[in-house]
């Protein structure tokens, strides 16, 4: 059943990322980027990566993310890995995905090198002041690109 289906609406995956995104800046996250993958793969929307400095920070950023996603806002997580590991956390939302990494971890990896095609995105962008749903914001559509409307 879809989140449609259950009578939820979530926020479009470009807000959601971006939600993610301000999270992991709150937790005293590093170096994070967002990078949109849409005209790349069909697989998912967004990769938000980070970088945390211990496996405490990074256990506290995943554990936030997944209270944001899953009590907030009615998403639902199709996978976690590594999180006992703790070198590189993979939350799944399925069109948006969050890496969590150790630095030397994420150094080794190069994920943004490995997707280099996809497009970095601005954390912050004022139309997300805005309620979604409204004229100002019409978008809620994973797949659609927020635009305001002139």
Same mark, same amino acid.
Request: proline residues 3%; hydrophobic residues 35%; charged residues 35%.
């Given at each position: 059943m879809t989140d449609l289906q259950q009578g939820k609406k979530l926020p479009s995956s470009l807000e959601r990322a971006r939600m993610a995104a301000r999270m992991i800046i709150d937790d005293k996250g590093e170096d994070v980027k967002i990078l949109d993958l849409?005209?790349?793969?069909q697989a998912f929307d967004f990769f938000v990566i980070a970088s945390g400095q211990s496996r405490r920070q990074l256990h506290s950023i995943s554990d936030d993310i997944d209270d944001l996603f899953e009590k907030k806002l009615g998403d *639902? /997580?199709?996978?976690?890995?590594?999180?006992?590991?703790?070198?590189?956390?993979?939350?799944?939302y399925g069109?948006?995905?969050?890496?969590?990494?150790?630095?030397? *971890? /994420?150094e080794f990896y190069a994920l943004e090198d490995l997707w280099g095609k996809g497009k970095e995105v601005a954390i912050e962008d004022n139309d997300l002041d805005k309620p979604v749903g409204t004229k100002e914001n019409e978008s809620v559509d994973s797949d659609a690109k927020i635009k305001p409307e002139e």
């Open positions: 849409r005209e790349i793969t *639902t /997580r199709r996978s976690v890995s590594g999180y006992q590991e703790s070198r590189w956390v993979l939350l799944d069109d948006v995905v969050v890496h969590l990494f150790e630095p030397e *971890t /994420r």
